[in-house]
């Protein structure tokens, strides 16, 4: 197998006023803004008529040895006492754990509005500082209107939407 180094950079960064443990400990995400460069502003003429944002961000701080891991628990559901001890540990690739090869994170926010380089967003779940590495535009050719999923995956939404009332997420 050939061996690739890829160098990614930065077209942005996120600012929230919202604790490290407050993101964690949220469902449904916290406010904040994504500052793109100046250099790369022009790339979001026409944004402001979508309703959502596709975010890509490198998740700067997880460390070389959480990069190993590759099986996981569903652990952030467990913040919301959604039990989780009974349904299997799975790969990570099964997940949006942290805790993975690529730190790559894919989030989907609500766009609230634009001002020049700035996009202020809801629904964020990356930490003040987190560097962004791409945004696109959420359009409805991206849902997937018949998707199936693992016994213990639709495991996991029953007991969401039996502890907190929704499983938007799972």
């Given amino acids: 197998m050939e061996s ?4 990614l950079k930065p077209i942005g960064i996120v600012h929230t006023q919202a604790s ?3 993101i964690k400990n949220s469902y449904e995400g916290v406010g904040g803004y994504i ?7 022009e790339g979001l003429d026409g944004i402001e008529g979508f309703s959502h944002i596709i975010v890509l961000a ?5 460390s070389e040895e959480q990069r190993k891991v590759l099986k996981v628990r569903h652990r952030r559901l467990k913040r919301f006492g959604v039990r989780i001890d009974d349904l299997p540990e799975v790969g990570v690739f099964c997940t949006d ?5 690529n730190p790559i994170a894919l989030s989907i926010v609500e766009l609230v509005k634009r001002e020049g380089n700035i996009l202020y967003v809801r629904g964020l779940d ?6 962004i590495l791409d945004i696109k535009a959420y359009t ?3 849902c997937i209107e018949s998707i ?3 016994w213990w995956h639709k495991e996991l939404v029953k007991r969401v939407k039996e502890k907190l009332g929704f499983a938007s997420w799972v």
Avoid: A
Avoid at 35 to 41: G, L, P
Avoid at 58 to 62: C, D, G, K, Q
Avoid at 126 to 131: M, R
């Fill in 97 to 101: 754990s942290p805790h993975r090869p």
């Fill in 20 to 22: 490290e443990e407050e």
């Fill in 58 to 62: 490198y998740l700067h701080r997880v």
């Fill in 35 to 41: 500052e793109v460069f100046k250099e790369y502003e």
């Fill in 4 to 7: 690739y180094s890829i160098v």
């Fill in 126 to 131: 990356l930490f003040d500082g987190t560097p």
């Fill in 140 to 142: 409805p050719d991206r």
């Fill in 148 to 150: 199936e999923t693992p």
